[in-house]
Structures are given as structure tokens and as C-alpha cells.
């Protein structure tokens, strides 16, 4: 039980850690990573106004049909070019990359590697 607990203090602090560093506004939003053992979501927040600017997700119901399974990188990697896609449509190219708890690593790195190729710069 007490090792459970720690985990989560510790996941709890370093998207804290994190999130103190990175703040978005309207010219760079923040692109908030979430990873969950079967899906991936990015969204562009704009933290002044505390709006969604852009958001994407292997729970669309468009994008269910084009992946198989969301929990690999390459689901990874078609979000991040969906939400590159979506920035460009709205007229943002400058954002500010937010891992949340999560190492940049594995799938993280894959949507931003992917967010990055699509045109959006951190």
C-alpha cells in the first residue's frame, strides 16, 4: 500500500515539476501529452484563458477506423501529425511541449517527433 502511494507522489511531482516550467499562452500554446496504457491524447491549451485550442485523441471515432491500437507509436505518430495538422489549420506553428509525468520516451517522443515533422515548433 505505502509503495503505491509513493508512486503516485512521485508521478504527481514531476507533472508539477513540469508543468511549473511550461506555461502556454496564445502566441505558444502548450501541448499537453496523455498517455494511458491504450490511448494517447494532445491538446494546444491556451493557459491565460484556460481554453482548448486544438485537441486529438485515438478516442476520435474518425480515427478508430485508421488505427488498429492506440497504445503503440505508431498511433503516436498519426496523432502528432493530426495535430500539427490542426495547428497549421488555425494558424499555429510556435507551441511549447508539456510530457506531463511521462519521460520523453517511446511513444511521448514519437507524437512530438511527429508534431514536429508536421510543421509545429517547440
Not at 498517455?35 to 491524447?41: A, D, F, Y
Not at 485537441?55 to 496523432?79: F, M, P
Not at 489549420?89 to 514536429?116: C, E, M, N, Q, T
Request: proline residues 1%.
Amino acid at each position: 500500500m505505502k509503495k503505491e502511494k509513493d508512486k503516485q507522489r512521485k508521478r504527481i511531482r514531476r507533472r508539477f515539476h513540469v508543468r511549473n516550467k511550461v506555461r502556454g499562452d496564445a502566441s505558444r500554446p502548450r501541448l499537453c501529452v496523455v498517455r494511458t496504457l491504450q490511448h494517447i491524447t494532445g491538446q494546444l491549451v491556451d493557459d491565460e484563458t484556460g481554453t482548448t485550442l486544438v485537441s486529438a485523441s485515438t478516442n476520435e471515432k474518425d480515427l478508430r477506423a485508421q488505427i488498429t491500437y492506440g497504445g503503440n507509436c505508431d498511433a503516436a505518430t498519426a496523432i502528432g501529425k493530426l495535430i500539427a495538422e490542426r495547428a497549421k489549420a488555425k494558424g499555429i506553428s510556435l507551441a511549447r511541449f508539456d510530457r506531463g509525468a511521462s519521460k520523453y520516451h517511446g511513444r511521448v517522443a514519437a507524437l512530438a517527433d511527429a508534431a514536429r515533422e508536421g510543421g509545429l515548433q517547440f
